[in-house]
């Protein structure tokens, strides 16, 4: 018998909503999956990608990391894990790090061995190198075996990639599939392999409202898979439908039922109503002691009402001045998947790349063509692209997909995990409009897939982290200043 905790998307290093607290409970969390390893003697913790929330994590983040998987090994518990989308390095990976301290093993195309059962990896695997992919894997003579990866799979709603075309041609045959990239859990059984998603250990975005946990799987015989929950920060969902002749008032007696101490406040409003501003909810929540405050107003507004633009709306006026260029159909779309959609970076230039071809497939040269500058740009493109980038996370590749999801994969989706996510936190803060510019072309405000600064080189980094199988077996011989 085998059994392990099978966790992921821990995203450590994450300053969610630009707040150090956040940045610490995303550590906490991690902990407390580690603490709940040591305490159940479990025979190894797998973790399923996106250790860390970025390439770049800070040495604060890297130093608690450390203690973490110290605690693991002091205990005797292995660490094997493989690389995401949002951590995967040019060359050498984190995981190669913590491996040459002895800390880690990074999952491969080798089998590791723990109780009966032999464990595989496969990084990320960007979706430019996912045609013809032909995985190696190396035989084994244990009496289960499971492979970890990351990425968005079939045949769950938010699916990319058929998992048959990694267990089909591959010489091993698998029990489980253990993933990473979608944010929410789930679980099911596919030609006689379990594929289960882990889900994150943290919110990454406003989008992602179920608790959160990791997944316990026992090898014997049959494959059990339990979820287990974890103590997080509170998230306090208002949602709010207004009544005709409603405004403010309603808004903030509706606010005033909850208890916000310390908690992240996602307010939502809908219906119809007088107006208001967000900036005002906003203050009335903190005032009552929330640590954050996410606000966003749902109602549809007369195209001629001229909007006032707050600092909690900052990316609204981006979208505005973009339309005011006069920018052709496709150019604004490509805008929203850079700039606004749950995109990851290291997905951003292949997500790019195809759009356009789709465009180019499709023979309509006027998408190319630019408009009169003042008309609204509210043509289906435009329509197309805010839609995408206020909700559509399978991401959110995301969603975080913030992204903030799900951020799963960030390839189009966070998973990143929740339709409305950008909603949620783009109208809110002037702080996020910084993330409207990078990681996975970050949602407005929605921080679920992205680290700001992220876009360079991105999809490189990603690819070279994938090397078909996961670890490439080189050595490791970096300092630690060549990996900061």
Same mark, same amino acid.
Request: some cysteine; glycine content about 10%; aromatic content about 6%.
């Given at each position: 018998? &085998?059994?392990?905790?099978?966790?992921?998307?821990?995203?450590?290093?994450?300053?969610?909503?630009?707040?150090?607290?956040?940045? +610490?409970?995303?550590?906490?969390?991690? =902990?407390?999956?580690?603490?709940?390893?040591?305490?159940?003697?479990?025979?190894?913790?797998?973790?399923?990608?996106?250790?860390?929330?970025?390439? +770049?994590?800070?040495?604060?983040?890297?130093?608690?990391?450390?203690?973490?998987?110290?605690?693991?090994?002091?205990?005797?518990?292995?660490?094997? $894990?493989?690389?995401?989308?949002?951590?995967?390095?040019?060359?050498?990976?984190?995981?190669?790090?913590?491996?040459?301290?002895?800390?880690?093993? =990074?999952?491969?195309?080798?089998?590791?061995?723990?109780?009966? *059962?032999?464990?595989?990896?496969?990084?990320?695997?960007?979706?430019?190198?996912?045609?013809?992919?032909?995985?190696?894997?190396?035989?084994?003579?244990?009496?289960?075996? %499971?492979?970890?990866?990351?990425?968005?799979?079939?045949?769950?709603?938010?699916?990319?990639?058929?998992?048959?075309?990694?267990?089909?041609?591959?010489?091993?045959?698998?029990? %489980?599939?253990?993933?990473?990239?979608?944010?929410?859990?789930?679980?099911?059984?596919?030609?006689?392999?379990?594929?289960?998603?882990?889900?994150?250990?943290?919110?990454?975005?406003?989008?992602? +409202?179920?608790?959160?946990?990791?997944?316990?799987?026992?090898?014997?015989?049959?494959?059990?898979?339990?979820? =287990?929950?974890?103590?997080?920060?509170?998230? !306090?969902? !208002?949602?709010?439908?207004?009544?005709?002749?409603?405004?403010?008032?309603?808004?903030?007696?509706?606010?005033?039922?909850?208890?916000?101490?310390? %908690?992240?406040?996602?307010?939502?409003?809908?219906?119809?109503?007088?107006?208001? &501003?967000? %900036?005002? !909810?906003?203050?009335?929540?903190?005032?009552?002691?929330?640590?954050? $405050?996410?606000?966003?107003?749902?109602?549809?507004?007369?195209?001629?009402?001229?909007?006032?633009?707050?600092?909690?709306?900052?990316?609204? $006026?981006?979208?505005?001045?973009?339309?005011?260029?006069?920018?052709?159909?496709?150019?604004?779309?490509?805008?929203?998947?850079? =700039?606004?959609?749950?995109?990851?970076?290291?997905?951003?230039? &292949?997500?790019?790349?195809?759009?356009?071809?789709?465009?180019?497939?499709?023979?309509?040269?006027?998408?190319?063509?630019?408009?009169?500058?003042?008309?609204?740009?509210?043509?289906?493109?435009?329509?197309?692209?805010?839609?995408?980038?206020?909700?559509?996370?399978?991401?959110?590749?995301?969603?975080?997909?913030?992204?903030?999801?799900?951020?799963?994969?960030?390839?189009? *989706?966070?998973?990143?995990?929740?339709?409305?996510?950008?909603?949620?936190?783009?109208?809110?803060?002037?702080?996020?409009?910084?993330?409207?510019?990078?990681?996975?072309?970050?949602?407005?405000?929605?921080?679920?897939?992205?680290?700001?600064?992220?876009?360079?080189?991105?999809?490189?980094?990603?690819?070279?982290?994938?090397?078909?199988?996961?670890?490439?077996?080189?050595?490791?011989?970096?300092?630690?200043?060549?990996?900061?």
């Amino acid at each position: 018998m &085998t059994r392990v905790i099978h966790t992921g998307d821990t995203h450590l290093g994450y300053r969610q909503y630009h707040r150090p607290e956040r940045t +610490r409970d995303f550590a906490d969390a991690f =902990r407390q999956v580690v603490d709940d390893a040591v305490a159940d003697d479990v025979d190894a913790v797998v973790h399923a990608g996106d250790l860390f929330h970025d390439r +770049r994590p800070d040495l604060g983040d890297i130093m608690a990391t450390l203690s973490i998987l110290r605690t693991l090994d002091d205990a005797g518990v292995p660490f094997l $894990a493989i690389v995401g989308n949002h951590e995967a390095k040019r060359e050498g990976q984190w995981l190669d790090l913590f491996e040459s301290l002895g800390l880690a093993t =990074r999952l491969g195309s080798d089998p590791v061995v723990v109780g009966d *059962t032999a464990f595989y990896g496969l990084d990320f695997v960007p979706r430019a190198q996912r045609e013809g992919f032909e995985p190696d894997f190396e035989p084994h003579d244990a009496a289960h075996a %499971a492979l970890v990866t990351h990425g968005l799979f079939e045949p769950f709603d938010f699916g990319e990639w058929d998992p048959s075309e990694i267990l089909d041609p591959a010489s091993v045959a698998f029990d %489980a599939l253990l993933l990473g990239d979608n944010h929410d859990p789930g679980t099911v059984e596919v030609d006689g392999t379990w594929v289960t998603y882990c889900g994150s250990t943290e919110r990454a975005s406003a989008a992602e +409202r179920e608790d959160r946990g990791y997944n316990l799987v026992t090898f014997d015989g049959d494959v059990d898979i339990r979820r =287990r929950g974890l103590d997080t920060r509170e998230f !306090v969902f !208002v949602d709010i439908e207004l009544g005709e002749g409603e405004g403010i008032d309603r808004v903030l007696e509706r606010i005033g039922q909850y208890e916000l101490d310390d %908690a992240v406040a996602v307010v939502r409003v809908e219906g119809e109503g007088e107006p208001f &501003t967000l %900036a005002e !909810v906003e203050e009335f929540a903190l005032d009552r002691g929330a640590l954050v $405050a996410r606000v966003s107003d749902d109602r549809e507004t007369p195209e001629e009402t001229e909007r006032e633009v707050s600092f909690a709306d900052p990316d609204d $006026a981006v979208r505005e001045r973009v339309r005011e260029l006069g920018l052709s159909g496709a150019a604004r779309d490509i805008d929203e998947t850079v =700039r606004a959609s749950k995109v990851a970076d290291s997905n951003v230039d &292949t997500e790019v790349e195809t759009r356009v071809r789709d465009l180019v497939d499709e023979g309509d040269g006027d998408v190319f063509a630019s408009v009169e500058p003042d008309d609204g740009g509210e043509d289906a493109d435009t329509e197309s692209a805010d839609a995408e980038s206020e909700g559509t996370d399978a991401d959110t590749e995301s969603a975080d997909a913030e992204a903030e999801g799900t951020d799963a994969e960030a390839e189009g *989706t966070d998973a990143e995990t929740g339709e409305d996510a950008e909603a949620d936190e783009s109208d809110s803060a002037v702080a996020d409009s910084e993330a409207a510019t990078a990681d996975g072309g970050e949602p407005p405000g929605d921080e679920s897939e992205a680290a700001g600064g992220e876009a360079e080189s991105a999809d490189d980094g990603a690819e070279s982290a994938a090397d078909g199988t996961g670890s490439s077996g080189e050595a490791t011989d970096g300092t630690l200043e060549e990996f900061l």
